[in-house]
Antibody
Framework: QVQLVESGGGSVKPGGSLRLSCAAS????????MNWIRQAPGQGLEWISS????????LYADSVKGRFTISRDNAKNSLFLQMNSLRAEDTAIYYC?????????????WGQGTLVTVSS | DIQMTQSPSSLSPSVGDSVTISCRAS??????LNWYQQKPGEAPKLLIY???GLRSGVPSRFSGSGSGTDFTLTIISLQPEDFATYYC????????FGQGTKVEFK
């Protein structure tokens, strides 16, 4: 079955870095855009980044542009999010999610999420 | 960015009731509107795609309607497992979500 499993979350101090991973299985990874979406504690959902099938097209939300880097390894069916210069407001559950395209598409399925806490 | 506004923010229906959740876009998004359900401690799950498409496996008591800027999620005969938070999301441009509507026990 289609499955997405995130890992790499944890606690980090402001200004620190963290790398998240998302392992995909049960589908042809190269046929889908992949996305990171986050949810601050008790808050709503915020899309933060997407990467195209080959990795050539990348989009970021303004809130993370210049600090976060999305990438994928199609040989390993894996998605990554390198997070640098972390701030308290980056504290959230980070979900990876599959989509058919960058736009005019939908997120399905989502992984179970990994919690990132930024605190001194 | 396109702003998505949901109403109401919360509601407290009873089992068996019909529920309607509204979602308004700040500009025309055609039918590029999706609905998700999220239960506490779980990841969101897709219910409705492209405004009216029912995701495979989702009960037929869920339905979506609308186009342009105004959209609706309807749940007919609410079941106990439907108590959750519902989010709309536009995919016309850079994805944005509504703030959520919590459907909770009365």
């Amino acid at each position: 079955q289609v499955q997405l499993v995130e890992s790499g979350g944890g606690s980090v101090k402001p200004g620190g870095s963290l790398r998240l991973s998302c392992a995909a299985s049960g589908f042809t990874f190269t046929e889908y855009y992949m996305n990171w979406i986050r949810q601050a504690p008790g808050q709503g959902l915020e899309w933060i980044s997407s990467v195209s099938y080959s990795g050539a097209q990348i989009l970021y939300a303004d809130s993370v542009k210049g600090r976060f880097t999305i990438s994928r390894d199609n040989a390993k069916n894996s998605l990554f999010l390198q997070m640098n210069s972390l701030r308290a407001e980056d504290t959230a559950i980070y979900y990876c999610a599959r989509a058919i395209n960058a736009y005019q598409s939908w997120f399905d399925p989502w992984g179970q999420g990994t919690l990132v806490t930024v605190s001194s | 960015d396109i702003q998505m506004t949901q109403s109401p923010s919360s509601l407290s229906p009873s089992v068996g009731d019909s529920v309607t959740i509204s979602c308004r876009a700040s500009q025309n998004i055609d039918t590029y509107l999706n609905w998700y359900q999220q239960k506490p401690g779980e990841a969101p799950k897709l219910l409705i795609y492209a405004a009216t498409g029912l995701r495979s496996g989702v009960p037929s008591r869920f339905s979506g309607s609308g186009s342009g800027t105004d959209f609706t999620l309807t749940i007919i005969s609410l079941q106990p497992e439907d108590f959750a938070t519902y989010y709309c999301q536009q995919s016309y441009t850079t994805p944005t979500f509504g703030q959520g509507t919590k459907v909770e026990f009365k």
